[in-house]
């Protein structure tokens, strides 16, 4: 398997290419691995019959031009099309985002919250990392929208509390003095009462 991906060139060293969860620079192709060095500097052996299989994400087999998408939401308060505006700009000032094709903003959706907007940008480094670059301009979009007066909308939870259930009370009476029976010793009949009032004091 070695040998044939050197033949067809389909992988090469200095690639960048995405097997998986793996996204790195190809250092070297062997018989049996190819070695994968990520941006942590982890360096990975994936078995060449893998490249062979699974589904290889080459970065830069023809050229190292690369589209990155990158999503972000406003407020309904917001004005749209000035929100549109200062995120191409912000996309334009950011290192490493070329100017041709020019960065695009695009409205993907309406949801409840918010207006969710999506930057498209073009590197031709990404085997510098796409994540960082698109960080980058999230921050300078976060700073000329503080400086516009315009804020990104909070996340915002509703809960529905269900009233109580009503308590229920129960008020305990004494129990009624038993009649008295042929077999009541007068001890247990003075010590049967209704009440539980003590006895009075005796008296001469």
């Given at each position: 398997?070695?040998?044939?991906?050197l033949?067809?060139?389909?992988?090469k060293?200095?690639?960048?290419?995405?097997v998986?969860?793996?996204f790195?620079?190809?250092?070297?192709?062997?018989?049996?691995?190819?070695?994968?060095?990520?941006?942590?500097?982890?360096?990975?052996?994936i078995?060449?019959?893998?490249?062979?299989?699974d589904?290889v994400?080459?970065?830069?087999?023809?050229?190292?031009?690369?589209?990155?998408?990158?999503?972000?939401?406003?407020?309904y308060?917001?004005?749209?099309?000035?929100?549109?505006?200062?995120?191409?700009?912000?996309?334009?000032?950011?290192?490493?985002?070329i100017?041709?094709?020019?960065?695009?903003?695009?409205?993907?959706?309406?949801?409840?919250?918010?207006?969710?907007?999506e930057v498209?940008?073009?590197?031709?480094?990404?085997?510098?990392?796409?994540?960082n670059v698109?960080?980058?301009?999230?921050?300078?979009?976060?700073?000329?929208?503080?400086?516009?007066?315009?804020?990104?909308?909070?996340?915002?939870?509703?809960?529905?509390?269900?009233?109580?259930?009503?308590?229920?009370?129960?008020i305990?009476?004494?129990?009624?003095?038993?009649?008295?029976?042929?077999?009541?010793?007068?001890?247990?009949?003075?010590?049967?009462?209704?009440?539980?009032a003590?006895?009075?004091?005796?008296?001469?």
């Amino acid at each position: 398997s070695g040998i044939v991906l050197l033949s067809e060139r389909s992988i090469k060293p200095q690639d960048v290419i995405e097997v998986g969860e793996t996204f790195g620079v190809v250092e070297s192709l062997g018989l049996r691995y190819t070695s994968i060095t990520t941006q942590e500097g982890k360096e990975f052996l994936i078995p060449n019959e893998k490249l062979m299989t699974d589904t290889v994400i080459n970065w830069s087999f023809s050229n190292k031009r690369v589209r990155v998408h990158k999503e972000l939401r406003i407020d309904y308060t917001s004005d749209l099309e000035e929100a549109i505006n200062i995120v191409i700009d912000a996309a334009k000032a950011t290192e490493r985002v070329i100017s041709w094709p020019q960065p695009v903003c695009l409205v993907k959706d309406f949801t409840d919250e918010c207006i969710v907007l999506e930057v498209r940008f073009w590197i031709i480094d990404p085997e510098n990392g796409t994540a960082n670059v698109g960080s980058n301009i999230l921050r300078e979009v976060w700073k000329r929208f503080t400086e516009n007066g315009m804020s990104v909308p909070l996340r915002r939870k509703e809960l529905f509390i269900e009233p109580e259930s009503a308590l229920k009370v129960e008020i305990s009476r004494p129990k009624r003095a038993q009649a008295a029976t042929k077999t009541d010793t007068p001890q247990q009949l003075a010590t049967d009462g209704d009440t539980d009032a003590t006895d009075a004091p005796e008296t001469d």
